[in-house]
């Protein structure tokens, strides 16, 4: 009976999958801040994830910064985490373009599933309502920068992906979400925020002030019921939908 029963197990999970996301950061998933040259910080930031530099060395001001993870100061994960980032910095900013968005606020606007790209820079002063499953991706050829106080809202904010040019800058308290992956560096000034995302510069310096960063939570498999079971996978800000 108990053989049975494990039989059913796995023909039940067999029958479902996750859909393959089309963005992966491989390694650097597990990285709430990843720096290429240094990274520097001031005051109360707390990071859910883990905290590296490659090939720089030098990691500052924790404490009083909190790391809810691991530090990798030089070493071969922080390394390998550099390269999975390049390689899909380079995937984002292949992708084609479903909407040119060069010169307009991103404040303001309500969009949907999509790849957004800003031939040079772009600017969020304000809300920034994101609506829809899958992937929203922002090809941004310079500059990301947020005035103080903008926010974006979001039911997806797993899959928000900020390829950047070069260097971004979240002004005071912005309630910023998704994945940065900047060539150059990041600033998160006084008090600014990333909800389900991370802070990934590939040859510059992180530069952080006060501030909480956590990354999405991984998809976890649930079982319930008796017999036939359901299943199902959730994470934080978005449901993992499974299809036969």
Same mark, same amino acid.
């Given at each position: 009976m108990k053989r049975?029963?494990?039989?059913?197990?796995?023909?039940?999970?067999?029958?479902?999958? #996750?859909? /393959?996301?089309a963005v992966t950061l491989g390694t650097g998933e597990?990285?709430?801040?990843?720096?290429?040259?240094?990274?520097t910080n001031t005051g109360a930031t707390v990071l859910h994830g883990d905290l590296g530099v490659w090939?720089?060395?030098?990691? #500052? +001001?924790? +404490?009083?910064?909190?790391?809810?993870g691991t530090i990798h100061a030089g070493d071969s994960v922080a390394q390998?985490?550099?390269?999975?980032?390049?390689?899909?910095?380079?995937?984002?900013?292949?992708? /084609?373009?479903?909407?040119?968005?060069? +010169?307009?606020?991103?404040? +303001?606007?309500?969009?949907t599933t999509g790849v957004y790209f800003f031939a040079s820079s772009a600017q969020l002063t304000g809300v920034l309502t994101l609506s829809g499953p899958g992937d929203f991706v922002f090809q941004i050829g310079?500059?990301?920068?947020?005035?103080?106080?903008?926010?974006?809202?979001?039911?997806?904010? /797993?899959?928000?992906?900020?390829?950047v040019g070069s260097s971004a800058t979240l002004g005071t308290a912005t309630a910023f979400k998704g994945s940065i992956l900047a060539l150059t560096s990041i #600033?998160?000034?006084?008090?600014? #925020?990333?909800?389900?995302?991370?802070?990934?510069?590939?040859?510059g310096a992180v530069t952080l002030d006060g501030n909480t960063i956590t990354i999405p939570e991984p998809c976890t498999i649930l079982l319930f019921?008796?017999?036939?079971?359901s299943l199902f996978a959730k994470r934080k800000g978005v449901v993992c939908s499974h299809t036969a």
């Open positions: 049975l029963m494990m039989i059913v197990v796995v023909v039940a999970i067999a029958g479902f999958h #996750t859909p /393959a996301r597990n990285f709430a801040v990843l720096g290429g040259s240094t990274v090939p720089g060395l030098a990691i #500052t +001001g924790f +404490g009083p910064g909190i790391v809810n390998q985490a550099q390269s999975d980032l390049t390689t899909a910095y380079n995937f984002l900013a292949g992708m /084609a373009p479903t909407q040119v968005l060069t +010169g307009q606020d991103l404040g +303001g606007q309500t969009l310079s500059t990301l920068t947020t005035a103080s106080n903008s926010s974006i809202l979001a039911n997806n904010s /797993a899959n928000i992906y900020w390829q #600033t998160l000034n006084t008090g600014a #925020t990333i909800d389900s995302g991370r802070a990934l510069a590939r040859n019921g008796s017999g036939l079971m």
